[in-house]
C-alpha cells in the first residue's frame, strides 16, 4: 500500500523542505530507510510513496503522540525511541545497513501548540519542555537547580541571547522568591530582563532551555557518530536543522579534514579515511513561497551526503 507525496496531517506539523528531502534521499524502491523524527509522519510517507512492496521504512521517535500518525502500512515499523539509539535499535530489528537516513531536527508544530508541553511562549502549563515523558529533568528543574556559570553558558550558546550573563545572574538571585512551576512563573520570573522584542527574547531563551532540556546537542553528536556504522556505501544522509550549532555540526561530520601529522613521526602524516561525498555543497533552504506558507521553514537548512 502506497501513499501519497502530500503532507496528510498538517495539523500536527507541517514538514519542511519536503520535496527536496525526498529527493536527495535518491530513494531505491527495495530499499531500507530511517526516517529519524518521524513526527507527524509527512516525511515517512513521501519516503513510502517511492518504495515498492519489499522496501522498509524504519521510524523513530521519542513522542508518543508522534503514534498516532502512523499510517497503516505493513512496510513501515516505528520504534518509540531517540534517534540517539539508532544504532542498536536497527540491530534489535537484525538491520546491519540501510539505504538512507532522514532528519529534521526541527520540534513539532505540535509540540509548540499543545500548551501541556510548556515548549511555547504563548500558552500557560507546566514548565516542562521534555520531548520524552519518561525523562526525569524539567525546565523548572533546570532553572531551580544549575549554577550561575551553566546558566550563563546555555543561555549564550543555545539561545545566543544578547545578555545571557545579566539573565542567568538575575534568575540566580530571584529563583528563590518565586516558584516555578508554570511557563507564566518563569516569564513573571525573567520579565525585569528581556531585551529588545520580548516575543523574540523569551523564544531565544525557551529554545535554550528546550535544547539543555532535551540534551539535544549531545544526542545529534551521538546519532552523526553512528551514522557512518549504519549507512550502506551509495545510501544517503540527509540531515535539517535550524540552529546554527546543530549545522556546524552536520557540515564538519559530513567534511573530510586535512590530513594530520603524526605525533610521533613529524615527517609522516596520517591520510583521514573518507567517509562521506558531499551531495550538498550549500545548505538547501526554503523557496520564498515555502517560507510565506510555512513560517517555521526560514531558518531550515538542509545537508545531504552519501557514504562511500
Do not use: C
Not at 105 to 125: K, N, T
Not at 247 to 253: E, H, L, P, Q, Y
Request: aromatic share 8%.
Amino acid at each position: 500500500m502506497t501513499y501519497p507525496t502530500s503532507n496528510l496531517n498538517t495539523d500536527y506539523h507541517i514538514s519542511v523542505l519536503f520535496q527536496e528531502t525526498i529527493a536527495h534521499l535518491n530513494i531505491i524502491p527495495d530499499g531500507i530507510y530511517v526516517d529519524a523524527t518521524f513526527g507527524g509522519g509527512g516525511h515517512s510517507r513521501g519516503i513510502l510513496s517511492k518504495l515498492g512492496p519489499k522496501g522498509k521504512l524504519i521510524a523513530f521517535d521519542q513522542d508518543a503522540d508522534a503514534k498516532k500518525n502512523l499510517p497503516n502500512d505493513d512496510r513501515i515499523v516505528f520504534i518509540p525511541e531517540n534517534f540517539r539509539y539508532i544504532q542498536r535499535f536497527l540491530r534489535l530489528n537484525k538491520i546491519d545497513k540501510v539505504d538512507g537516513v532522514l532528519a529534521d531536527l526541527g520540534v513539532s508544530s505540535h509540540q509548540f501548540d499543545e500548551g501541556s508541553r510548556g515548549f511555547s511562549i504563548r500558552f500557560d502549563g507546566p514548565f516542562d519542555m521534555r520531548m520524552d515523558q519518561r525523562q526525569t529533568r524539567t525546565a523548572a528543574q533546570i532553572i531551580e537547580s544549575y549554577s550561575e556559570a551553566a546558566l550563563h553558558k546555555m543561555f549564550e550558546q543555545y539561545g545566543e541571547v544578547t545578555n545571557a550573563k545579566t539573565l542567568a545572574k538575575h534568575i540566580v538571585t530571584q529563583r528563590r522568591l518565586l516558584k516555578l512551576s508554570t511557563v507564566q512563573d518563569f516569564k513573571t520570573l525573567i520579565a525585569q530582563v528581556v531585551k529588545g522584542n520580548p516575543n523574540k527574547y523569551w523564544a531565544q531563551v525557551f529554545q535554550a532551555i528546550r535544547m539543555e532540556v532535551n540534551e539535544e546537542m549531545i544526542v545529534l553528536n551521538e546519532f552523526l557518530t553512528q551514522l557512518p556504522e549504519v549507512i550502506r556505501a551509495g545510501g544517503r544522509a540527509v540531515i535539517i536543522t535550524f540552529h546554527s550549532i546543530e549545522d556546524r555540526m552536520v557540515k564538519n561530520a559530513f567534511k573530510v579534514g586535512p590530513d594530520e601529522d603524526d605525533v610521533t613521526n613529524p615527517f609522516l602524516s596520517i591520510r583521514q579515511e573518507v567517509l562521506w561525498k558531499i551531495i550538498t555543497k550549500k545548505p538547501v533552504v526554503a523557496s520564498e513561497k515555502e517560507m510565506k506558507e510555512n513560517n517555521r521553514s526560514r531558518s531550515a537548512k538542509l545537508r545531504a551526503a552519501e557514504r562511500v
